[in-house]
């Protein structure tokens, strides 16, 4: 009895979906992706439907599910991990046979939570645009590639000419290597800590979402996590503010780093205690745009930011 991944029961090209996140990305296009803007370099707000996240999530979990499910996420109330999709799976099996692959799904995520994924629409347009503004085909690094999705965002961009991304999960080297197999002149992957990493290349962007400090486990094989690394707090701390260190070799001189994260039950002063480190290393904040997913019945999700800076 396997796990009901996706793509078991549900049957989709990455390439047509590559093709409509494209379309919908596009800066002339405002149907489906709607953006918030005053007179900064960025919009304020980049307000997407849910069911764009969604097809943005398919397409990613084409590749990397079977590392997302095993994923645990912080439950804040029990001060503990949540039970992962795959671990609930495990041990429930005799409960859900005889169900069918969707039915075991809808009792696998009612019972359990799963890790989140970035919004591949978001990330293609925020590309889309700091390409336009830099007036050329942009290179991206990732520290933090995850589950693919701004890889993904890569391919369906306009203007970018590379995306190189950073990772030591080693339950993502066969979604990787299945991804690469789309454009492997433009995607490169390095399965490694972030602190393992020189390059002696620069890029126009460093776009990123780090762990939200200790909110989601994501293995425990490599012990290469930031978390198993430095699991207080105050030392994680340390870990970002060499990160930061890291990055300004990295980028060049008229070049952005966005990262996308926000406070957590976990760590309820992170977006406070990150931008402190930020002004300590001398980074030129820019601005705060704000991802905002709408629901079916129109209500707004809490945003979660992403901070830009420059150096």
Known sequence: ?????RHLFEVKKPETI???IAHESDPTNQRLLQEVRTKRIFPDQLISLYSIYQEGAYLADLFTEEARVRTKVWDGKKRQYHSSPYEYWEKHQ??????????QRDSIYLN???ATQFNIFAATRIYNLVAKLLKREIT???PFAGWGDR???ALAAQQVKSYTGVDCNPLLVPGYAKLQT???EKLTFLQASIEEIKLDQQFDLIFTSPPF???EEYETISGKQSTSLYPQYKDWLVFFRKLLTQCKSFLKKDGFLMFHIGDTSAAPTLCQDLQRVFREESWKFVQRIDLITKTAKGQLKRPVPIWVYKI
């Open 1 to 5: 009895m396997s796990f009901p991944y």
């Open 18 to 20: 590559l093709s409509h």
């Open 94 to 103: 005799a409960q859900l046979k005889g169900q069918s692959l969707e039915q």
């Open 112 to 114: 359990s939570q799963e």
């Open 140 to 142: 991206i690094f990732d």
């Open 151 to 153: 890889a993904l965002a």
């Open 182 to 184: 789309l454009n492997r």
């Open 213 to 215: 400090y200790n909110f």
